[in-house]
């Protein structure tokens, strides 16, 4: 392909440097030219139509979204390269959340991996799949903190935790872009949606946002800083409103925070229309304004709308907005082309790649699917099964045999057909040497007829031992999917309640996207495995874990509640004044009938739910099993400057080998602000043999006690600490230590 270059008359003595380009392009420009760099255009209908190619034609269209195949992407590309008057090349978007056609386990199951450099391998993969593609940027991580379950947009996140989300979120951006822009294979990360949205009301997606400053900036903000730290080159904004100011028209957070606290200079996107919709929020009484807001905010780009195309232009004429203004907006945008190496290398070349979905792919998603299942009960040690003395198992229920479902949520380019689901391996697995009766007992996840309870229940009788799986079809989590009831949907319950009284052992197999309140069912099975939506090879991952070949590791990166009524619960909350004693506890069943209150009991909890979650943050099963001791803090007290050493021994004095996540907590005992209970600091994860021991070293310094104090500043206070060293965030080694002001 002939690609035109630009001719520079500045500094021409050599290679031209990004600041040349830049600036040669932005002094041809026409204002009309400025603006169509901050439009982004959807580009999903087929065939392209006219109005869109004549827009990248005449330069009123700096990017597009929803193009997805390299003939599709080379074509428009062309047009704007060899047939508009600067060719400037277009930046191509494309949602690739947890894998492009290779598809990995959800976001929130990458979380339960705690493995950072597996989220890096699988973006790794996910970026060079798209980019052969033809796609230059995708709209991931979703580092929003997510403390409620019913919000349908938990699945795309990273989980509860700040520190985890930053970590994970941070690796997901080193995987897509690499060190290099301009290097093979690397695609524009960004990170959303800032900031917030996670906490919206009732778990219902798009509404309102009410967050406190000190928890806006020591938690729903904390991922942001670390993943601008970690180089993300692009942010979206978020859709909700946070305090009365919609995200997209935040300029205290964008020019503020973002660009002036934090230094970040790459380019800030809008949500989907999310301008206009600045209108339908009451800030704004018109596009005109709504364009105005989002501009002096500092939204460089504009997705899917048209409220810069329509108004801009205007407002620049009208001196509401500077032509200096558009420029810095135009910059970012062409800075980034110019990192990617688009004006060298506009168009992709599929054959510089390894195919889609090739082996080393599905190397990574298997690995990613077997970190990513978690086991949550394993009573009578059921799991693992042994394949001596099994003759036959049944395989019950409707998402056994569900290619696309398990997929999960934000998948456009991924196929089913690539798909391995459990009844598939199994059966590869054990085809000819256990035999493998399969019913699924309901159509979906949602169905409520019993009609198939009957061949399910005969399958079970003749088998040894029941694996039933359930869940959530992947429709049923995502944008715009919550759920105010997040038990299993359809009759699943009664289904697993009739398998449970036929007698035999029952290990149960959870997909989901979100996690689900599952107190009715723990009753009605020996084994609980959880395995979100685990993507293209979880079917492989989970009959190797069911049969022992590999020994679950995962550990949850959110809370379980016991209801739908203790949402929002999350380990690390504020300790109140009045924290719940669980001697004090009086149940709602243990209250005399006609008796007038009392002061027993006057704590925060429920009268019938307690104050315990179902699971806790960080809890996760292993076939060993596994002990803490040896405690051991290298000093009481450490200065400003100083680090404490933290050690601790693992032992597993089980029967079988397996994995454990050693994680470490702190508390902040009196601070300026109220601190939470707990805040995980650190991890490690540990393989050890039966009766083998192992060390863990941890090291801490003034800086992991940091936060935003009362004062606005950040940094540590000095005083007392508690520390624990754990398996699970309710529990774990207890130590104290101090630090001091020098």
Not at 201 to 225: C, H, K, Q
Not at 249 to 266: E, H, I, M, S, T
Request: some cysteine; glycine content about 10%.
């Amino acid at each position: 392909m002939n690609t035109p270059t630009l001719t520079l008359t500045a500094n021409s003595a050599g290679p031209p440097s990004a600041e040349d380009l830049v600036d040669v392009l932005l002094s041809k420009m026409t204002l009309e030219e400025k603006i169509g760099q901050l439009q982004q255009v959807d580009a999903s209908a087929d065939p392209l139509p006219d109005h869109l190619i004549e827009g990248v034609r005449a330069g009123r269209i700096g990017s597009v979204i929803n193009l997805a195949n390299t003939d599709a992407c080379n074509r428009l590309q062309r047009v704007a390269v060899e047939e508009s008057r600067l060719s400037i090349p277009l930046l191509m978007g494309r949602d690739v959340i947890h894998g492009f056609r290779t598809i990995f386990p959800i976001p929130l199951g990458q979380a339960a991996a705690w493995n950072p450099e597996l989220v890096r391998k699988a973006a790794r993969i996910a970026a060079l799949e798209a980019r052969s593609q033809g796609i230059h940027w995708t709209f991931a991580p979703m580092i929003d903190i997510s403390r409620d379950p019913r919000w349908g947009r938990i699945a795309e996140s990273f989980g509860e935790d700040s520190h985890l989300t930053g970590l994970l979120g941070s690796a997901m951006v080193e995987g897509f872009q690499t060190a290099d822009l301009s290097g093979h294979g690397a695609i524009l990360a960004c990170a959303k949606h800032f900031v917030g949205y996670g906490a919206s009301e009732s778990g219902r997606d798009y509404s309102a946002t009410n967050i406190p400053a000190n928890e806006l900036r020591n938690v729903y903000l904390e991922p942001f800083r670390k993943v601008v730290e970690a180089g993300a080159a692009t942010l979206m904004t978020s859709f909700s409103d946070l305090d009365g100011i919609p995200a997209t028209a935040n300029g205290a957070l964008l020019n503020g925070v973002l660009r002036g606290d934090w230094g970040f200079d790459g380019l800030v996107v809008s949500d989907w229309n999310a301008i206009n919709e600045l209108i339908v929020h009451g800030l704004c009484e018109d596009s005109r304004s709504a364009a105005t807001e989002a501009a002096l905010a500092g939204v460089d780009m504009e997705m899917a709308g048209d409220a810069y195309a329509s108004n801009l232009a205007k407002l620049v004429e009208e001196r509401v907005l500077s032509v200096s203004q558009i420029d810095a907006m135009v910059v970012r945008v062409l800075r980034l082309k110019q990192k990617l190496g688009l004006f060298e290398r506009p168009y992709t070349d599929p054959a510089g790649f390894d195919p889609l979905v090739s082996d080393k792919a599905l190397d990574v998603a298997y690995q990613a699917a077997l970190e990513s299942l978690v086991l949550l009960k394993n009573d009578g040690a059921v799991l693992p099964l042994r394949v001596a003395g099994l003759g036959s198992i049944a395989v019950i229920g409707p998402l056994a045999d569900a290619p696309h479902e398990q997929m999960g949520t934000w998948v456009f380019d991924g196929q089913k057909t690539d798909t391995a689901t459990p009844l598939q391996a199994l059966r590869r697995q054990f085809g000819g040497k256990i035999d493998v009766n399969y019913a699924p007992g309901l159509d979906t996840s949602r169905s409520r007829s019993h009609a198939l309870f009957g061949e399910a229940e005969t399958a079970v009788r003749n088998s040894d031992v029941a694996l039933v799986f359930l869940g959530e079809e992947s429709i049923l989590s995502g944008e715009a999917h919550s759920r105010a009831d997040i038990t299993l949907p359809g009759a699943q319950s009664e289904l697993l309640a009739r398998i449970r009284a036929l007698g035999k052992p029952v290990v149960t197999v959870v997909l989901a996207g979100r996690p689900l309140v599952l107190s009715e069912n723990l009753p009605h099975t020996d084994s609980l495995l959880y395995a979100w939506h685990p993507g293209t090879m979880g079917g492989p991952a989970i009959a190797a874990v069911l049969f022992g070949d590999e020994a679950p590791r995962g550990k949850l990166p959110v809370t379980f509640p016991k209801s739908v009524g203790q949402i929002p619960i999350y380990y690390n909350h504020k300790n109140t004044g009045r924290p719940p004693n669980p001697s004090e506890m009086i149940l709602i069943d243990d209250i005399e009938v006609g008796a007038r209150q009392t002061s027993l009991g006057m704590s925060a909890f429920y009268l019938d739910d307690g104050s315990e979650p179902l699971f806790p943050f960080g809890f996760g099963l292993s076939y060993g099993k596994f002990e803490l001791g040896g405690l051991e803090l290298s000093q009481q007290i450490i200065g400003l400057c100083d680090r404490l050493k933290v050690r601790a021994t693992v032992r597993n004095t089980g029967a079988c080998s397996g994995f454990e996540t050693v994680q470490l907590y702190i508390r902040d005992i009196a601070g300026s602000l109220t601190r939470p209970v707990k805040e995980l600091k650190a991890f490690k994860r540990v393989s050890l043999q039966p009766g083998q021991s192992g060390l863990v070293e941890f090291d801490l310094g003034a800086a992991d006690l940091s936060f935003y104090r009362r004062d606005g500043s950040f940094g540590p206070e000095p005083g007392k600490f508690c520390l624990w060293v754990a398996t699970r965030s309710d529990g774990g080694l207890k130590a104290e230590f101090s630090l001091s002001a020098q």
